[in-house]
Structures are given as structure tokens and as C-alpha cells.
């Protein structure tokens, strides 16, 4: 059995909050020897598809025979899922030895502003277990905007820049310029960037950070050609300019067309800059993609779908392509946290539902399943309230006829916890 302390002393560490800066990072990298500095990199920010991106680029360099680095934040089962090497999550004995490595470091006394937070020690241990394991490449997701943040340490072969909204307006400004601004920190002096067409406000922000730096910039949608070629129940398929293929992803939603367009002009860097991939490879990589919990169907009988969005945006877009797949009169299951515009989720999906069950993930940061049902209750005419998530979602089985879908979405924590729950209920079986 694992020893579980040293992990929580690692969640531990989220007790001193967010702070952005590279100073802590770049001392705690140095005491490990510079682990960062021993693979190459694909550097990726954004609000929303950055780890569908992410995953999508790492799986074709996987493909092509790159041994090769992930890291994504958050987790939603286990936080091995954070590090992963070749697709395989970072082994308990690595993880537990390298929490042991930082933990010497972090404990040292020091001035309160030099005090570890758990993102930059969990960003130093998936740099280290990157440089332990051998990576040729490493695909490394910016955690919050980016010039600031603990990954930027880096100097990647790539950036890629998915779609830039409003969010942690508290930490990087409460206009989509200021926002574009934090996210496009993390472009370099020479340093190729791919970017989303997206809201002009972005946009002029990427290409005066990416002019100043001397980085070519390649916008997808503009210099990047694709074109949607179907969005089905099986997934996406999209044919790209650039590379000339037409690509399918497991992946649902339309949206992922441009995010595979991106993960695919990130590549056509790559191989610019001497890292060779095969056709076959790219064909076969985006084939194999996964991105759990996000449109994410976890069973057919009945239909079930996990999917972790948690703001308006990114609801709006989500229930738009519900909609699409699996038409109204579904039963949703909404759990949401108390930093999070519950009215505008529940807006979104709301319409979509014949029934709904609200419910709270076990966070202390969770709003209550009565307020969830409160919000719920303008747009659906039976609202349940049930707090825990797997009971929430025994209920919506219970409830389901063999013609309903079930939709379970509005936090990583409610989706965590619903994964939990699928795995009991396949043991169980």
C-alpha cells in the first residue's frame, strides 16, 4: 500500500494559494540541476483546448517514436495523471522520491514570499521525471496565463495559443487584452508561435508581443487552412492545408477542428525545426487520442457523458454541441464550485434538460445542491437535489429510459468524483 503522507503534504502546499513569478521555480530547478534544461519542449497556453491541444501533439509525437513528456493540470482521478511519460502515468515510487527531493527544498527556512506553492513543485517534478525518464520532447501545458507561470521557464522548439476568454481575472486582468498579454509571455526571441484566430483584441496582443521577439507567427484559420469534414457521435474529422491530410480524432465537438489544426500546425513546426514525423504518424497519433472528460462518453447503455467545462464560455460552446449530438431532453446532473458563474452554466445547460439533478462535488469550495438547484430551476421543469455526486448520478441511471441521455458536467471535481463512481459501478458488475 502507498504511503500517502508525503502527498498530502504536497496538497498541503496548496494552503499558500497561487503565486505567480518565476524566482521560486527557477532556485528549486537549479537545486534539482536544471532538469529543464535536458529535453526540448512544446510550450502551449490558452483558456480553452489547451489540453485537448496538448494531448493531440504528444500522442503524434508518441506515434513517431519521440519518447515523450505531458504535463497537464488538474488531474481528475489521481495526480499521477499530471506527468505522464509515453501516455503512462508517472510511477508511484518516482513520484513519491521526487515529492521527497522538493519536500528537503521547500521546508528549508526562508522569507514568506520564497514558500514553495504546489504548482511550481509539481511543475519541477514533472520537469525532473521528464529529464529522468529520457524525454525527447516534452508537450508542457501553461497551468494559469503565462508569463508569469511556473512552466515558463522553458525555452520550447513551439508555442501554440488555443482561444483566449475571460477567466482568473483576479490574477491576470479583467479584459481580454490584459489576458493576451499574460498568455502571450510565454512566446520567445525566435521561437515559432501558432495561434487561433480569435477575438481581435487577442490577436493584436500575440502579434506586437510576437513582432517585438522576432517569432514567427502563424495564425490558424489565416496562414493555417483547414476545413471540418464531419463532427459525429465518432468523433472528428478534419482535412489540413499544411499538411495535406484529413485527419479523424476521437474527440467530439466541432470545436476540436480548430484544435486539431493547431496541434497540427505545432507539428509542421516541429518538423521545420528538424524533428522528422512521418505521415503515418500524425494519421495515426490523432486516431488514438484520448482526453478524458471532455464530451467525453463513458458508456452507451445508458448514454452517459462527462465533461468538466466550468465556465459560461466554454458552456455555451459545450451545450451548443450537446444539442447537436444528443438534441434536448436529456438529464443532467450539475455540480459547480463557488468561484464559478453558476447562473451562466446553469443557462447553458439548463434548456437542454428534462430533468435535472443538482449536486455538489465534496469540496469545500462547492456550492450547495440547493443553490445549483436554484439556479437550475428557470430553465428546467424538474430539478432534484442530490449532494452526493454518486448518489446524484445512481439516481439519473435510475431514472433513465432506454431513449435519454444523461449529461454530467459544471467542475473537474464533479467529473473526478463521477469517474470514481463509473469505475465502482463497473467492479460491481
Not at 527531493?101 to 514533472?126: C, I, K, N, Q, S
Not at 491576470?172 to 480569435?198: F, H, R
Not at 435535472?356 to 469540496?363: C, E, G, H, N
Not at 435510475?398 to 444523461?406: E, G, Q, R, V
Amino acid at each position: 500500500m502507498m504511503d500517502d503522507e508525503p502527498l498530502r503534504w504536497l496538497y498541503g502546499r496548496e494552503a499558500m494559494g497561487i503565486k505567480l513569478g518565476l524566482g521560486n521555480i527557477t532556485r528549486l530547478l537549479s537545486h534539482l540541476g536544471d532538469p529543464h534544461l535536458r529535453f526540448r519542449s512544446v510550450h502551449v497556453a490558452g483558456s480553452n483546448g489547451k489540453g485537448s491541444v496538448s494531448a493531440m501533439t504528444a500522442s503524434v509525437l508518441q506515434e513517431a517514436g519521440y519518447r515523450t513528456g505531458l504535463y497537464t493540470s488538474p488531474h481528475l482521478v489521481d495526480f499521477r495523471e499530471r506527468i505522464q511519460v509515453d501516455g503512462t502515468p508517472i510511477p508511484v515510487k518516482d513520484m513519491l522520491h521526487l515529492i521527497d527531493e522538493v519536500r528537503e527544498f521547500a521546508e528549508r527556512p526562508g522569507p514568506p514570499e520564497e514558500r514553495l506553492t504546489f504548482f511550481e513543485l509539481t511543475t519541477a517534478m514533472a520537469f525532473a521525471h521528464f529529464a529522468d525518464a529520457g524525454v525527447d520532447e516534452a508537450v508542457v501545458e501553461v497551468g494559469m496565463g503565462g508569463r508569469l507561470d511556473a512552466t515558463n521557464v522553458i525555452t520550447p522548439d513551439c508555442c501554440a495559443i488555443t482561444r483566449i476568454g475571460l477567466e482568473h481575472t483576479m490574477y491576470l486582468g479583467d479584459t481580454i487584452a490584459a489576458i493576451a498579454w499574460e498568455k502571450a509571455g510565454i512566446i520567445k526571441p525566435g521561437v515559432p508561435v501558432v495561434a487561433i484566430e480569435q477575438d481581435s483584441d487577442a490577436l493584436s496582443v500575440i502579434r506586437a508581443r510576437a513582432g517585438d521577439l522576432g517569432a514567427p507567427l502563424k495564425i490558424v484559420g489565416r496562414d493555417v487552412g483547414f476545413e471540418e469534414l464531419f463532427s459525429t457521435m465518432d468523433g472528428t474529422e478534419v482535412y489540413l492545408e499544411e499538411l495535406d491530410l484529413a485527419l479523424r480524432v476521437p474527440l467530439l465537438g466541432r470545436y476540436q477542428a480548430s484544435n486539431c489544426a493547431l496541434a497540427g500546425g505545432t507539428l509542421a513546426e516541429l518538423m521545420r525545426r528538424g524533428i522528422y514525423i512521418p505521415e503515418e504518424a500524425i494519421i495515426n497519433g490523432m486516431a488514438k487520442v484520448r482526453w478524458p472528460g471532455r464530451m467525453d462518453i463513458v458508456s452507451r447503455e445508458p448514454l452517459i457523458m462527462f465533461d468538466v467545462t466550468h465556465t459560461p464560455d466554454g458552456a455555451r460552446t459545450v451545450a451548443a454541441e450537446v444539442g447537436r449530438l444528443l438534441g434536448s431532453g436529456l438529464i443532467l446532473v450539475l455540480g459547480v464550485l463557488s468561484d464559478k458563474d453558476l447562473q451562466g452554466i446553469a443557462a447553458s445547460f439548463g434548456p437542454l434538460a428534462r430533468l435535472a439533478i443538482a449536486t455538489s462535488p465534496s469540496s469545500p469550495r462547492a456550492f450547495t445542491a440547493s443553490q445549483v438547484a436554484q439556479a437550475l430551476r428557470p430553465f428546467v421543469g424538474t430539478v432534484e437535489e442530490v449532494p452526493d455526486v454518486a448518489a446524484a448520478l445512481t439516481r439519473a441511471v435510475a431514472l433513465a429510459s432506454p431513449m435519454d441521455s444523461i449529461l454530467v458536467t459544471g467542475s473537474l471535481f464533479t467529473i473526478g468524483e463521477a469517474f470514481r463512481w463509473l469505475d465502482d459501478r463497473k467492479t460491481r458488475r
